[in-house]
């Protein structure tokens, strides 16, 4: 059974830093590509960042400098660093992880999700 946890949001001022953790059971970072994704209120689902079963890391524009991915020793962990945080930021972060194709919101597995809101 595959589990994937979110957890580590909360509220910060703009300018400020949040991690936010996914933990997942079931599979590992070298056969699962991993992928953190946003939805703010009113909007569609946006992709953020690719972990690929390669360990390349591709990231939205929007966060680029900003967001850095980094990966458990256990290979199931991925943390979210996020800084520099501004309000457009704020929204319910969810992590995602396939077998095959990650980054489309077509993931198979995916976190109940994180809210990350930023106060001006």
């Known amino acids: 059974v595959v589990e994937l946890v979110e957890s580590g949001g909360g509220t910060v001022q703009a300018g400020g830093s949040l991690r936010l953790s996914c933990v997942a059971s079931?599979?590992?970072?070298?056969?699962?590509?991993m992928s953190w994704y946003r939805q703010a209120p009113g909007k569609k689902n946006e992709w953020v960042l690719t972990?690929?079963?390669?360990?390349?890391?591709i990231y939205a524009d929007s966060v680029m400098g900003r967001f850095t991915v980094s990966e458990g020793d256990a290979k199931n962990k991925l943390d979210l660093q996020m800084n520099n945080l501004i309000v457009e930021d704020t929204a319910v972060y969810y992590c995602?992880?396939?077998?095959?194709?990650?980054?489309?919101?077509?993931?198979?597995?995916w976190g109940q999700g994180t809210q990350v809101t930023v106060s001006a």
């Open positions: 995602a992880a396939d077998s095959d194709l990650c980054g489309l919101g077509s993931e198979e597995y």
């Open positions: 079931g599979v590992t970072s070298s056969s699962f590509c």
């Open positions: 972990h690929d079963t390669d360990g390349s890391i």
